[in-house]
């Protein structure tokens, strides 16, 4: 089976944090260059009465208690009647600073700094702004022109350096003026930036504690600490560093941020949204909020809140990652796969690389029924990933591919990558149990259990490994200790019952069973291994299903089982309502899907049958049943191509499947009709050591594949091994016998194999000898035989549409017009029957012949015979556009066929379209020879050749 995995990170870190390696790549982007979070602030007041200094000594007071909107008003108003206030510009200046609103501060900085034009530090504080608003490259330039002393100009050339990537000149810079008491902050958090790109994270968290110890105020320096804190999972620590920063200025919204960032790592979600409800609103609506408020509401359950909060944040960003990831795993679980494949190709084509994408990707495609899809998908990271999930997806598609060796390699690389994972223990051992290798299966669950106690699946598995080994005993010795832990349970008495039969102790073995079904009565195992042991005693299955219904009101096996004794006692609406029942209550159950499809597909409600044919594919898109299913209605629909791609996909998954041999047989003839031989032909020969009856039939269908393929001498060892066997019919045989001879033009010989068949009344060997009737040209002998056979056997359809052949085929159009007549007034819609009518309707100039054709047409609206039949009516009933409409589609659809070619050159005539009816005239002439070809040389000849 395949692995299950669901359609959504494997955990919030996946679209929370990034490894660190790749932090240090963003580490400006992230601390140093966050966009500004206090949003529209320059909401203006009255200007007052109030002094200068008054107005000033208020904005102090108001930033020095966090209230950095009404400190940046105060301070407008300030410059509004004071515009030369050098001192309130710096102040404000700084504070847009501090808040990252970049463009303000340079505006304000700028007008302080010509006030003041030999202030250093005025000039330091707009070089930084300039390299952190993607000047870098002239500040750069401009400070290597000078001949620098001060050290604050020192550091901001580093910084610069440091945003180009010259990472020895700006260590350089840093190093000098560690020792300066202006630039010694900012040089240690230069260093620290330094030392992360070498991903020394010790380093690192010590020159940034010594920023935050020596510059409590240092907004930067604990934003930073805390992302690394996150990043190594210090989760005290991150929350005092962002604790710290939502009482200093501009670092309220990103300290409350990194907070939510924490509480939701650290599992707490509800106080990730209380965090980030706290937010002001104009924080509110920068992507970065609007994506962590996405993340949580996706948590919280909350999808219709999480999809508007991501829609906001790719209207601003289209490109983000993270966004289109997320949203492909609400759309997943919406329901919605096409559109959540669409999110997560935009993704994937953005980076192929990204782990979290690629699963969800992956297993979409999976859903899709595209294995090789997502196969192309895991291939590339071969080697590379680190998700211990998707490194076992990648071996599970290995496996149902039939490459157990490289599936069990890749689950071993899973299983490393997480060794606790007991749950990846789980799967290795199932793969090692399926290639043979017990003994290394058993160790793998032993560690399994003792990881997770309460994984009872892995306990019970162990204990069928023990059996399987041959040690009862040991088997018996698990269950022991697993009664001894958990005390009486209806799993443990089961496993108990299969440890003593295996040890020949049937009275102890039935005791348990007994005992196990007495705790549980709806306990599934228990219960199918009665029904086992009843042999077909209804009375005991009846009463055992009725007991679980009573313990279970809706237990999946009991209503299957009941719903089956109502078939078998001529009550299928009974046994369709307990059908419809299981699976509106078991919505992830297959078989009553699959039971209803097949139903309804035998009493000719395809309709209804596809309706549960996709539940069930939903469920499933690959298991064996489904496939088979969805297969037959196409086959039944006539869409031979879906079929055929179907079928291929059923084909695949067989090898590996757990079928049972009846289903391998059923699959194998689906293959057949489809024209999978290779595939069928496989699955057959596996089916040599079946219980006679499937072995017969399965030998019955090589010789039919051999005797088709032309491989005459394997099908004539296959039809000699059944005479001898005896296990075959000497009807089945002689059929056999008589296909072996006709594929071989030997018609004397397939009559006398017939012979004995068509004297016994057999319908198979009566229609195959008129069959040879009319291969030979006999047709009377043909209508002869068949006419005899529907004296006796008139609701006989097939026999019919062949005696209406050949009666077509003799030129006795008033027999064949009444046998397709009542081929459809007995309810079958035959697609053939309505095609030739409409032919011969408009022979005889009978206006029901466009009824017929558009009959056909809306049954096989893709099949060019049909379309071409509806065209040339149209265009002989005087509907020339609509006539040549279809033929132009009949044509492209078919253009090898000279018939078809041969009327639309003739709609083409009628057109006024002479050029181009000569070329479709020509064309038709050119091909092989065909009925009407008189006709279209005459209608060449009227064109002028």
Request: charged content about 25%; proline content about 3%.
């Amino acid at each position: 089976m395949y692995l299950k995995q669901s359609c959504q990170p494997q955990s919030l870190r996946e679209l929370l944090r990034t490894p660190v390696q790749r932090w240090a790549q963003a580490w400006l982007e992230r601390i140093f260059k966050t966009s500004m979070l206090l949003g529209l602030l320059g909401l203006l007041t009255a200007c007052g009465s109030a002094s200068p200094e008054e107005r000033m000594q208020s904005a102090q007071a108001f930033l020095a208690e966090g209230r950095v909107q009404a400190g940046i008003i105060e301070l407008k108003n300030l410059l509004k009647a004071n515009p030369e206030h050098l001192e309130g510009r710096r102040l404000l200046g700084e504070t847009y600073k501090a808040v990252r609103d970049y463009p303000s501060a340079l505006k304000e900085l700028g007008r302080a700094l010509a006030q003041q034009p030999n202030d250093v530090s005025l000039e330091s504080d707009l070089l930084r702004i300039r390299t952190l608003t993607g000047d870098a490259q002239a500040v750069y330039d401009e400070l290597q022109a000078r001949d620098l002393s001060k050290a604050l100009l020192i550091v901001r050339r580093g910084e610069a350096a440091l945003s180009l990537g010259h990472l020895a000149a700006a260590k350089k810079d840093f190093e000098n003026t560690i020792d300066s008491a202006d630039a010694r902050a900012d040089a240690l958090a230069g260093l620290a930036q330094l030392a992360w790109k070498d991903q020394d994270i010790t380093t690192t968290k010590r020159l940034l504690t010594e920023v935050t110890s020596a510059y409590p105020d240092h907004l930067d320096g604990w934003l930073a600490l805390g992302e690394l804190a996150l990043a190594e999972e210090e989760f005290d620590l991150a929350k005092r560093s962002f604790a710290t920063s939502i009482d200093l200025v501009g670092g309220r919204d990103l300290g409350q941020l990194g907070l939510a960032r924490t509480a939701l790592l650290q599992g707490d979600v509800e106080g990730s949204w209380s965090q980030l409800s706290a937010m002001n609103d104009s924080a509110g609506k920068l992507p970065v909020v609007q994506y962590m408020r996405g993340l949580v509401a996706f948590e919280r359950g909350e999808l219709t809140q999480a999809e508007s909060d991501l829609l906001a944040v790719m209207k601003t960003n289209p490109s983000h990652l993270p966004a289109m990831t997320l949203m492909g795993a609400i759309k997943y679980r919406q329901g919605h796969p096409a559109v959540a494949t669409d999110y997560l190709k935009r993704a994937h084509a953005q980076d192929a690389t990204n782990e979290s994408v690629v699963k969800m990707l992956a297993d979409l495609r999976l859903q899709q029924g595209d294995e090789s899809a997502a196969l192309a998908l895991l291939e590339p990271m071969s080697g590379q990933a680190s998700d211990p999930q998707l490194i076992a997806l990648h071996g599970s598609i290995l496996e149902k591919l039939g490459r157990p060796a490289e599936a069990i390699a890749l689950y071993e690389r899973a299983v490393q990558v997480a060794p606790d994972a007991a749950d990846l223990r789980n799967k290795l051992a199932i793969s090692l149990l399926a290639s043979g290798q017990v003994d290394r299966a058993s160790a793998e669950l032993s560690t399994a259990v003792s990881l997770d106690e309460s994984l009872v699946d892995s306990e019970q598995m162990l204990v069928l490994v023990k059996l399987r080994q041959g040690d009862a005993e040991g088997a018996e010795a698990l269950v022991n200790e697993m009664l001894t832990r958990t005390g009486d349970s209806a799993p443990a008495y089961h496993l108990l019952a299969l440890a003593k039969a295996a040890q020949q102790d049937t009275a102890v073995s039935d005791w348990a069973l007994e005992r196990s079904i007495s705790l549980d009565p709806a306990y599934t195992p228990t219960l199918r291994a009665l029904i086992s042991k009843a042999n077909g005693d209804k009375t005991v299955e009846k009463k055992l299903y009725s007991d679980a219904l009573a313990a279970e009101e809706h237990h999946l096996d009991a209503l299957m089982g009941m719903a089956r004794f109502d078939f078998d006692n001529g009550e299928p609406v009974r046994a369709e309502e307990k059908l419809k029942v299981a699976s509106l209550t078991h919505t992830s159950a297959i078989r009553p899907r699959i039971a209803l499809g097949r139903y309804y597909l035998a009493q000719g409600r395809r309709d209804e049958a596809h309706v549960y044919a996709a539940e069930a594919g939903q469920l499933s898109a690959m298991d064996p049943d489904v496939l088979l299913l969805q297969a037959t209605l196409q086959l039944a629909d006539n869409n031979q191509l879906e079929a055929r791609d179907t079928a291929l996909k059923l084909g695949r998954n067989l090898a590996s499947a757990p079928v049972d041999d009846r289903f391998r047989l059923q699959a194998a003839r689906l293959l057949t009709q489809t024209r999978h031989n290779d595939l069928a032909l496989t699955n057959l020969l596996m089916l040599r050591d079946a219980e006679p009856a499937i072995a017969t039939s399965a030998q019955a269908d090589l010789a039919r594949i051999y005797t088709r393929n032309g491989e005459f001498a394997r099908a004539k060892e296959e039809i000699d091994g059944l005479k001898a066997s005896r296990t075959a019919s000497e009807e089945l045989v002689n059929t056999l016998l008589a296909d072996w001879h006709l594929r071989q033009n030997q018609i004397a010989e397939a009559r006398q194999a017939l012979k004995p068949l068509v004297s016994a009344g057999r319908r198979d060997a009566t229609l195959k000898m008129a069959m040879i009737d009319r291969r030979v040209g006999d047709e009377l002998a043909a209508q002869q035989r068949l006419q005899r056979w529907l004296a006796d056997n008139a609701d006989d359809s097939g026999a019919r549409m062949m005696l209406a052949s050949s009666q077509l085929a003799s030129g006795e159009r008033v027999g064949a017009t009444r046998n397709y007549e009542v081929v459809l007034d007995s309810g079958r819609e035959s697609v053939v029957a309505l095609n030739n009518l409409a032919w011969l309707y408009l022979d005889a100039s009978d206006s029901r012949a466009i009824i017929m054709a558009r009959r056909a047409y809306r049954a096989e609206k893709d099949n060019p015979n049909v379309i071409d039949t509806l065209g040339w009516v149209y265009l002989e009933t005087g509907d020339i556009e609509a006539g040549l409409e279809h033929l132009r589609r009949a044509s492209s659809l078919a253009p090898d066929n000279p018939t078809v070619l041969y009327h639309l050159g003739v709609a083409l005539q009628r057109k006024g379209e002479a050029d181009a009816a000569r070329e479709a005239l020509r064309g038709a002439l050119a091909m092989r020879d065909f009925g009407e070809r008189k006709d279209a040389e005459a209608a060449l000849e009227t064109l002028g050749g």
